[in-house]
């Protein structure tokens, strides 16, 4: 079955830039939409963005300076850079696609990972 | 921004009683609308979506209604395993979530 996993450093220093990578394993990542979604801790959940198998992105409009999604379709990947980061970026970062090759809803999610933006 | 507000923030529940959670949007979302299920250190699950359509392999217990601005997801007979997170989700206009519903045993 299709899986996905984060990877990336767990902790990143202020005004630095957060870079995590999403693999998808046991499925292609072509036909899919992509997405990155963040949950500080004891909070909500936020989309960050989201990213098609042909490269289009579309950002959430309160990340959109400091954001950029793309992918590696050769490696199965996508991945998520974050700039200029600060302690309010503290989150688990999850990667998910959009269910049925649409924009609507996830119907599969990584396990998550925490970063920390500390110093 | 549609705003999604759910409540209760925390519900507080027995073995075996049926739960109602209600999530609400500043403007009419159809029925687009999902409704996520997460346990603590793990990712959410789609459990239904389309306001009231059941995702492949979740339990039947699970059921959800509403069109417009008010949605409803309600839980049967719950089941130790059904004490969780619960998060509603609009994908009218781009994503959003709402607060989440923590259900707990009474």
């Known amino acids: 079955q299709v899986q996905l996993q984060e990877s990336g450093p767990g902790l990143v220093k202020p005004s630095e830039t957060l870079a995590l990578t999403c693999s998808v394993s046991?499925?292609?990542?072509?036909?899919?939409?992509w997405s990155w979604i963040r949950q500080p801790p004891g909070k909500g959940l936020e989309c960050i963005g989201h990213?098609?198998?042909?490269?289009?992105?579309n950002y959430n409009p309160s990340l959109k300076r400091r954001v950029t999604i793309s992918v590696d379709t050769s490696k199965n990947q996508f991945s998520l850079k974050l700039n200029s980061v600060t302690a309010a970026d503290t989150a688990v970062y999850f990667c998910?696609?959009?269910?049925?090759?649409?924009?609507?809803?996830?119907?599969?999610w990584g396990r998550g990972t925490l970063v920390t933006v500390s110093s | 921004d549609i705003q999604m507000t759910q409540s209760p923030s925390t519900l507080s529940a027995s073995v075996g009683d049926i739960v109602t959670i209600t999530c609400r949007a500043s403007q009419t979302i159809s029925r687009w609308l999902a409704w996520y299920q997460q346990k603590p250190g793990k990712a959410p699950k789609l459990l239904i979506y389309e306001a009231s359509s059941l995702e492949s392999g979740v339990t039947p217990r699970f059921s959800g209604s509403g069109s417009g601005t008010e949605f409803t997801l309600t839980i049967s007979i719950l089941q130790p395993d059904d004490f969780a997170t619960y998060y509603c989700q609009q994908y009218y206009s781009y994503w959003t979530f709402g607060q989440g519903t923590k259900v707990e045993i009474k």
């Open positions: 990213i098609s198998d042909s490269g289009s992105t």
């Open positions: 998910a696609r959009f269910s049925g090759g649409g924009i609507r809803y996830f119907d599969l």
């Open positions: 046991g499925g292609s990542i072509s036909s899919y939409y």
